[in-house]
Structure formats: C-alpha cells, structure tokens
C-alpha cells in the first residue's frame, strides 16, 4: 500500500525558513521523479518543485526560484523542500507526489502558516 507521510510545517515569520520532508512508502521510490504542491485556502493545488528519480535534474514554480530547493535522499525514501526567505504567500498545505503526474492518493499534507 502507498503511503506519502508530509512532515516540517509549522507556524514562521516572514523571512523564516522550513525543510520539509516526505517519506514514501510501498513503491521503488527510486526510480520516480518526485514533485511538492501545494494548496491555500480557498485556492486549487498547485505544482511548487519537481525532481528527477535520480536528483539529477529539478525545475521550480516561478513563485518558489530562488527560495526553495527541492531534494532527495533515496536510501530513506524521502523528498525534502528546503524553504528560505517564506513568505505570507507561502501559507498552504503543502504535498508530495509523482513528478508531471499525480501517481498516489495524496498523502495529509503538512501546513505551513507564514505570519508575523
């Protein structure tokens, strides 16, 4: 059985940073692109970051370059999302799933509230 199990969300200040991690379970982690999203309140999911099965290629949402760094560690069956300089913005929930498609039921997601 798949399981996607968030973690790292939490309450931040403008300018604060997060990593967030995502432990995968019950497929060959290894051999899949992996990707974070993210869905506000009120707003549809949205694609932040994705990453190659191997870690050897990444491509960033235009809202997360610069700020965030997606990667992985495959002997731990996990994606992480390094999150600098957060912003109000940045409030979500926020998911891992397949890199270009969404392979898996959505794990719970971890929350992050960025606010002074």
């Known amino acids: 059985q798949v399981q996607l199990v968030e973690s790292g969300g939490g309450l931040v200040q403008p300018g604060g940073s997060l990593r967030l991690s995502c432990v995968a379970s019950?497929?060959?982690?290894?051999?899949?692109?992996m990707a974070w999203y993210r869905q506000a309140p009120g707003k549809e999911r949205e694609w932040v970051a994705d990453?190659?099965?191997?870690?050897?290629?990444?491509l960033y949402a235009d809202s997360a370059k610069g700020r965030f760094t997606i990667s992985r560690d495959n002997a731990k069956n996990t994606v992480y999302l390094q999150m600098n300089n957060l912003k109000p913005e940045d409030t979500a929930k926020y998911y891992c799933?397949?890199?270009?498609?969404?392979?898996?039921?959505w794990g719970q997601g971890t929350q992050v509230t960025v606010s002074s």
């Open positions: 799933n397949g890199r270009n498609v969404v392979r898996w039921n």
């Open positions: 019950g497929f060959i982690f290894s051999i899949y692109g």
């Open positions: 990453i190659t099965s191997t870690g050897g290629s990444t």
